[in-house]
Structures are given as structure tokens and as C-alpha cells.
């Protein structure tokens, strides 16, 4: 089975080019296609965050500390706007 490139990748090819192989570019798609189920829509630095975790850049804790800056940012700007 070979990679075929999802919206995301398209859109930011920058991010995918950085993954090591299809196989973690597959595992980046499947997980941001079950996100749009849930009702998310990424934005380039949640997809940049998920990217810098594949690569090992992240460790656990530097990820988890991320994802909560990311969603305190998303959620001041939906009261913001709300």
C-alpha cells in the first residue's frame, strides 16, 4: 500500500517532507483523519506539534506541556470572538 497524500499534507507539505517515512506519514493522516471525526479542525501548528512528537523531538512531557498552551491559545480566542 503506498502513501497518498491527504488535505493536511497538501497544505503543508513543509511539515510532512519532515517525517522519516510513509509509514509515519500514514500514522499522522489516520490520526488527524480521526480527529475530523471527532469534529476537529488542525490548525498548522497542532499538525507541526503531532510532526515534532513523530520526529522525537518532543519527549512526553514537553508535548503534553504543548497541547495545553495550544488549547489555552484556542480557547481564548473562541472567547474572544464568542
Do not use: I, K
Request: charged residues 25%; negative net charge.
Amino acid at each position: 500500500m503506498s502513501y497518498t497524500p491527504c488535505r493536511y499534507a497538501r497544505r503543508w507539505p513543509q511539515l510532512w517532507s519532515r517525517l522519516p517515512d510513509d509509514r509515519a506519514r500514514q500514522s499522522l493522516t489516520d490520526a488527524l483523519a480521526n480527529g475530523r471525526l471527532e469534529g476537529m479542525e488542525p490548525t498548522e501548528a497542532d499538525v507541526a506539534l503531532l510532526v515534532a512528537r513523530a520526529c522525537g523531538e518532543l519527549t512526553d512531557a514537553e508535548f503534553a506541556a504543548r497541547v495545553l498552551m495550544l488549547a489555552g491559545q484556542e480557547g481564548a480566542h473562541q472567547a474572544a470572538a464568542g
